[in-house]
């Protein structure tokens, strides 16, 4: 409830273009084809069809415009009932407000749906605004005073979402509050995130504790973190050549140039040519693909 109280209050003062219009939006032209949210169905992006969305959104925008005296807990209410009524999460929203983009000026569309998902807790819908509020942030003393980073807060620790916890952790690395950072890593970490465990490895490891650095960075390569891997072959290199090569390959794999450096500098000191010379070519590569991106 405090996270959804704390939602609400995104959009506490209406500027939802769309739902203010006097006339009924045309949602034929402004949402995008049907074969567009098919593929998006199939890819599990979203769990509506067209008309689906096109009912839901009509009746959002009848019930806005039937309460301009209503306060806003009032109409983020109606819009969840209807939500409820029509089986249709919050989240679709989310994704509606990516899709509608693909259409012409759509933009205050697009704008105002990721309003109304986050009014209604959608998690995804918060994340995607704190990240957007949180970047023009400067300094850590004020991020307690950021409704956005309230909002993320709160989800956080109501909702245990482990990727809100990565993006307070990042803001305020970014910020260069690493204790904080860290602390929130941490937490992000506990609740299963490879990042998480990713950057609490790397941290145990700059500190020298490295039992607890590879417990960590191996959590993080179970959950597919292509770092962890170079990070476990750096550690592994003097104890465990073997072990140390396979993650160091498996990181080259994945496109980490410093992990395919790694093995040519190996392979160089094995004198063993031909592998010396793939991984040097690999590098060169890699780098390349990398300054065209």
Same mark, same amino acid.
């Given at each position: 409830? /405090?996270?959804?109280?704390?939602?609400?209050?995104? !959009?506490?003062?209406?500027?939802?273009?769309?739902?203010? %219009? %006097?006339?009924?939006?045309?949602? #034929?032209?402004?949402?995008?084809?049907?074969?567009?949210? /098919?593929?998006?169905?199939?890819?599990?992006?979203?769990?509506?069809?067209?008309?689906?969305?096109?009912?839901?959104?009509?009746?959002?925008?009848?019930?806005?415009?039937?309460?301009?005296?209503?306060?806003?807990?009032?109409?983020?209410?109606?819009?969840?009932?209807?939500?409820?009524?029509? &089986?249709?999460? +919050?989240?679709?929203?989310? =994704?509606?407000?990516?899709?509608? #983009?693909? %259409? +012409?000026?759509?933009?205050?569309? %697009?704008?105002?749906?990721?309003?109304?998902?986050?009014?209604? &807790?959608?998690?995804?819908?918060?994340?995607?605004?704190?990240?957007?509020?949180?970047?023009?942030?400067?300094?850590?003393?004020?991020? +307690?005073?950021? +409704?956005?980073?309230?909002?993320? #807060?709160?989800? /956080?620790?109501?909702?245990?979402?482990? @990727?809100?916890?990565?993006? !307070?952790?990042?803001?305020?690395?970014?910020?260069?509050?690493?204790?904080?950072?860290?602390? &929130?890593?941490?937490?992000?970490?506990?609740?299963?995130?490879?990042?998480?465990?990713?950057?609490?490895?790397?941290?145990?490891?700059?500190?020298?504790?490295?039992?607890?650095?590879?417990?960590?960075?191996?959590?993080?390569?179970?959950?597919?973190?292509?770092?962890?891997?170079?990070?476990?072959?750096?550690?592994?290199?003097?104890?465990?050549?073997?072990?140390? @090569?396979? &993650?160091? =390959?498996?990181?080259?794999?994945?496109? !980490?140039?410093?992990?395919?450096?790694?093995?040519?500098?190996?392979?160089?000191?094995?004198?063993?040519?031909?592998?010396?010379?793939?991984?040097?070519?690999?590098?060169?590569?890699?780098?390349?693909?990398?300054?065209?991106?």
């Amino acid at each position: 409830m /405090a996270a959804r109280r704390a939602a609400a209050t995104s !959009i506490s003062k209406p500027t939802l273009k769309f739902l203010n %219009s %006097s006339k009924p939006p045309d949602f #034929t032209r402004i949402l995008p084809p049907a074969a567009v949210f /098919a593929s998006a169905r199939k890819s599990g992006f979203i769990s509506c069809n067209k008309a689906q969305a096109t009912v839901v959104l009509s009746e959002i925008w009848q019930a806005f415009q039937s309460m301009h005296n209503a306060g806003q807990q009032a109409r983020v209410s109606a819009f969840s009932k209807i939500c409820q009524t029509h &089986n249709f999460p +919050p989240s679709n929203l989310t =994704s509606l407000a990516t899709l509608v #983009t693909q %259409s +012409p000026n759509t933009t205050i569309v %697009s704008t105002d749906l990721l309003a109304i998902a986050e009014s209604l &807790n959608d998690p995804a819908a918060i994340l995607k605004s704190a990240r957007k509020s949180l970047s023009t942030v400067r300094t850590a003393i004020t991020l +307690p005073a950021s +409704p956005a980073f309230h909002r993320l #807060t709160t989800l /956080a620790t109501t909702e245990k979402i482990p @990727e809100a916890y990565e993006l !307070i952790a990042e803001t305020y690395d970014r910020l260069k509050s690493y204790a904080q950072g860290q602390d &929130n890593w941490l937490k992000a970490a506990q609740l299963g995130s490879a990042k998480g465990c990713l950057m609490v490895g790397k941290y145990a490891a700059g500190k020298g504790k490295r039992d607890v650095a590879l417990e960590w960075l191996k959590k993080a390569a179970e959950g597919q973190e292509a770092e962890a891997f170079y990070e476990l072959g750096c550690l592994q290199l003097e104890e465990d050549e073997k072990e140390a @090569e396979y &993650n160091l =390959s498996v990181a080259a794999g994945e496109g !980490i140039v410093a992990a395919a450096e790694k093995l040519e500098r190996l392979y160089k000191a094995r004198k063993t040519e031909r592998m010396r010379e793939h991984w040097e070519e690999a590098a060169v590569e890699m780098k390349k693909v990398k300054e065209t991106v």
